[in-house]
């Protein structure tokens, strides 16, 4: 399966943190190729910006149609998910819709850890969007990241890690769901610390991905 990955900021050091997290997620059959939007905005923090973004990754699966067996978007409000989707006949996934399929498997409740302080009407919206309202317990911010960049690992994991531990302790939380591509690489880690499991978009967004074309691993 060759998936193609769009990232929909202009921002390519994303991209290529979204290609390594995706690389390592799929299967021995998959090939990723992560693309960058060719215009727009560097780092989506809004419904507008989303917008704007809209139109960039609608035109790189129209140039590319056809090149490709299916496609994910690698931003946590899922830029382009439903347009294309209604223009496409491959599978199309996104980081939050994804992240929120596995999510309810996993356990009654969930939460979501953001890195925006403006995410969480956004994010609030997706869950309602995708029918997962009953089965959210909180939306909780670990820590705002300018332009998706996190200047110290060490600091955003141990902010993750505070509110991830709230969002069990206090919420009920059974799974979290971390956004964005800086802590997505922290998945592992996180989850033996926290002892539930944490889940991020990208690696989400491939592996719904496969299963909707029923990849082998």
Do not use: W
């Amino acid at each position: 399966m060759k998936l193609l990955v769009i990232n929909p900021n202009t921002s390519r050091n994303i991209t290529d943190t979204i290609a390594g997290i995706a690389a390592a997620a799929a299967g021995s059959t998959t090939e990723i190729e992560a693309v960058t939007a060719p215009f727009g905005i560097a780092y989506i923090t809004s419904k507008e910006e989303s917008a704007v973004a809209l139109e960039a990754v609608l035109q790189v699966v129209d140039e590319r149609a056809g090149e490709f067996d299916a496609v994910a978007v690698a931003s946590s409000s899922d830029t382009g998910l439903e347009e294309m989707r209604a223009r496409l006949a491959q599978p199309v996934t996104g980081m939050s819709e994804s992240a929120m399929h596995f999510a309810v498997s996993l356990g009654p409740r969930f939460s979501l850890i953001d890195m925006q302080k403006t995410g969480a009407p956004i994010m609030r919206a997706l869950v309602e969007r995708y029918g997962h309202s009953e089965y959210l317990a909180s939306i909780r911010l670990a820590i705002h990241l300018e332009g998706g960049v996190a200047p110290d690992q060490a600091l955003l994991l141990e902010a993750i890690l505070r509110e991830g531990k709230a969002a069990v302790e206090e919420d009920g939380a059974q799974a979290l769901i971390v956004g964005g591509s800086a802590a997505a690489s922290m998945s592992d880690e996180l989850s033996e610390r926290i002892g539930v499991p944490v889940l991020d978009g990208i690696t989400c967004a491939v592996r719904r991905a496969e299963q909707l074309l029923d990849v082998p691993k």
